[in-house]
C-alpha cells in the first residue's frame, strides 16, 4: 500500500545567509567545465560529464565558488602552468576555475592504478577476490609516485587559494582525494575542512584489500578534515567501522563522531538529490523533444525497459540483460511486445578491466538478440555512445526503468527518471542503491544478483494494473520534489557552522581556564 503525503511545496534554503559572506573552495578530480580551441585559437567550453560535477554546478553557481580542478586537456594544462583563474560563465561569472597541472606521469598511476580500478572496485565490491586484484610493487609505486603526489599537488592549491579568504570553507570530494585533508591541514588552518564520499563506503573486511599503510594512510587523511559527509547511514558507520577496527582510534557512536590526534571529526549523511530546475529545463530542449519523438513512433506498440548508465562494471550492466533474456524465455508472448534500450555511456576506456566489460556487455547482447530476433523485432537496443539528450528522451518514455546496481553510493538516474517520466512507468531499484533509503517504498525492489527476481519483476512490472503505476509513481515524484541539490549542500553548510559554534565555544571555555590558572 503506498500512502501519498499532501505537503506544501517548500522554498528552496538561501544558502547566502547561511553562509554570511564566507567563501567555499570545491576540490574535485574533473572540473565542471571542459576547456579547447576551436581551429581559430579561441578558447571553447563545453559542459563536463558524470553525475558529481550535474550536482556540484548548481552548488557552485549558488555560493560563487571557487572550483579547483585537474587539467585534463593540453589546452587545460597550458592554462594551469599560465595559472589561468576562469570565471564561467565568462559574461556573468557564477563562479572561478582554477587548474592544476598533474603531470602524465604522476596522473597514470594516480588514476587508471589506484582511483580506478583499485579503490573504485574495492568501495563497489567488484573485485573477483580469488584472482584479483594483485597488489604487487607496481601498485605500491603508483600509491607513492601517483595518488599521494596528485593528492598533495591539488592540496597545495587549495591551500594557497585559501590565504586570499577570510574563513573559507574546502569541499573536498570523493575517492580521488581521500589524502587531500591531511596535505592541506599541514599548510594551514584557516580553512573548514569537508569532505564528501559520493560512492559507497565498505565495510572494513572488504578494505582490508587495501596493504595496511595504505588503509592507515586512506583513513588517518580523512580523518584530517573537520567533518566527512556519506550518502546514507550505513556507508557512514561502515567508515566508523574502519575507523575502530582497523586505525584504533575512539569512535562515539551516538555523536558519531572518531576521535583522532586530539580532535573530534563527525561523521554525516547526506543523501543528494538532483537538480530538478536544470533537469526540467533539458527534458522540453528541441534535441530531447527531437527524440522523444522518434522513441514514441518507433516504440509505440511495445512497452520499453530502460536503462541508461555508464558502462561500468559496478551497474550490473549483464545481469540485467541475462534477466530480460529468462524473461523472454519463461513468458515468449512478450516477443515483439517489448523493447529493451540500453542507453550507456563509455568510461574509462583506457582501463583493461572496463574495455574487457564493455566487450563483455556487447557480446551478451548480441547472444541475446541472436536467440530471440524476428524478422521485424531485435529484443535490446544497445547505445555504447555520449548522447545525453536520447537518454533523458528514453527517462520521459519508459514504462520500466531497471536501475540495478551491484552497490551504488546513491544513483540519481533512479531519481532523474520518475522526475521527468510521463507515462507513470515502474521503477525496478537494486536494494544496494544509495537511493533505496528513500525510494524502496514506491519502487520493485531487487536483488541484484538474482537475475531471476529481476525477471519476475520486469515482468510484473509491464502488467502492473494501471492505478498501482500510477499511485507508485506519484509517490516517486512526490519523494524527489521534497529534496534537491541545494537543500543537499544546505544540510551540509547548517551542519559546518554548528560544529564551528560548538568548537569555538569549547576553545573559549578553556582559554578561560587557562587564564583563571595563570
Not at 591531511?182 to 599548510?187: G, L, M, N, P
Request: proline letters at 4%; hydrophobic letters at 40%.
Amino acid at each position: 500500500m503506498i500512502l501519498l503525503q499532501n505537503h506544501k511545496k517548500q522554498k528552496e534554503p538561501n544558502l547566502k545567509k547561511l553562509l554570511s559572506g564566507r567563501s567555499v573552495i570545491l576540490i574535485s578530480n574533473r572540473g565542471p567545465v571542459e576547456f579547447k580551441r576551436d581551429e581559430f585559437g579561441n578558447l571553447i567550453t563545453k559542459r563536463g560529464g558524470g553525475g558529481l560535477v550535474t550536482a556540484m554546478t548548481a552548488i557552485s553557481e549558488e555560493t560563487r565558488a571557487t572550483w579547483i580542478s585537474a587539467a585534463m586537456t593540453d589546452v587545460e594544462q597550458a592554462m594551469a602552468r599560465d595559472d589561468v583563474v576562469v570565471g564561467f560563465p565568462e559574461d556573468n561569472p557564477l563562479y572561478h576555475i582554477k587548474l592544476v597541472d598533474i603531470p602524465k606521469s604522476v596522473y597514470k598511476p594516480y588514476y587508471n592504478v589506484i582511483s580506478n580500478p583499485l579503490l573504485w572496485f574495492i568501495h563497489h565490491y567488484i573485485w573477483n577476490l580469488s584472482r584479483a586484484p594483485d597488489i604487487t610493487a607496481e601498485t605500491h609505486r603508483a600509491w607513492r609516485e601517483g595518488y599521494v603526489v596528485a593528492n598533495k599537488l591539488l592540496a597545495d592549491a587549495a591551500a594557497e587559494e585559501s590565504l586570499l579568504h577570510i574563513n573559507p570553507i574546502i569541499m573536498i570530494q570523493d575517492y580521488h582525494l581521500f589524502l587531500a585533508a591531511k596535505y592541506i591541514r599541514q599548510q594551514t588552518d584557516r580553512a573548514f575542512l569537508f569532505h564528501f564520499t559520493h560512492i559507497p563506503w565498505p565495510e572494513p573486511d572488504y578494505m582490508s584489500i587495501l596493504p595496511y599503510e595504505m588503509r592507515t594512510e586512506l583513513l588517518a587523511g580523512m580523518l584530517a578534515n573537520d567533518l566527512l559527509g556519506f550518502q546514507t547511514r550505513h556507508y557512514a558507520n561502515n567508515f566508523l567501522l574502519c575507523c575502530e577496527s582497523l586505525l584504533g582510534c575512539v569512535v562515539n557512536w551516538k555523536r558519531k563522531s572518531a576521535l583522532w590526534q586530539g580532535r573530534e571529526v563527525y561523521v554525516r549523511s547526506y543523501p543528494i538529490s538532483i537538480d530538478r530546475a536544470g533537469l526540467q529545463k533539458i527534458s522540453v530542449s528541441s534535441d530531447v523533444l527531437k527524440h522523444e519523438t522518434k522513441l514514441k513512433k518507433d516504440y509505440k506498440d511495445q512497452a520499453l525497459i530502460v536503462r541508461t548508465d555508464r558502462c561500468d562494471p559496478s551497474k550490473n550492466i549483464i545481469r540485467g540483460f541475462l534477466a530480460f533474456d529468462i524473461l523472454l524465455q519463461k513468458h515468449p508472448e512478450l516477443k515483439e511486445k517489448v523493447k529493451f534500450l540500453a542507453l550507456l555511456y563509455p568510461t574509462r576506456e583506457n582501463i583493461k578491466l572496463y574495455k574487457d566489460y564493455r566487450l563483455e556487455v556487447e557480446s551478451t547482447v548480441q547472444k541475446i538478440n541472436d536467440r530471440h530476433k524476428t524478422d521485424s523485432w531485435t529484443p535490446i537496443y544497445l547505445r555504447i555512445k555520449d548522447n545525453y539528450p536520447e537518454s533523458v528522451a528514453a527517462l520521459k518514455c519508459y514504462d520500466v526503468l531497471l536501475v540495478n546496481p551491484i552497490f551504488d553510493g546513491m544513483n540519481l538516474v533512479s531519481k532523474e527518471g520518475p522526475f521527468i517520466n510521463k507515462r507513470n512507468g515502474v521503477l525496478i531499484l537494486s536494494e544496494n542503491a544509495g537511493a533505496f533509503s528513500e525510494l524502496g517504498n514506491s519502487c520493485l525492489s531487487i536483488n541484484p544478483f538474482d537475475v531471476d527476481e529481476t525477471a519476475e519483476a520486469i515482468y510484473k512490472a509491464i502488467n502492473m494494473p494501471a492505478y498501482e503505476k500510477q499511485a507508485r509513481s506519484a509517490s516517486l515524484k512526490e519523494i524527489v520534489e521534497k529534496n534537491s541539490s541545494v537543500k543537499w549542500l544546505y544540510y551540509q553548510l547548517k551542519d559546518i557552522v554548528t560544529i564551528e559554534r560548538k568548537k569555538s565555544a569549547v576553545k573559549a571555555v578553556k582559554e578561560v581556564a587557562e587564564t583563571v590558572e595563570r
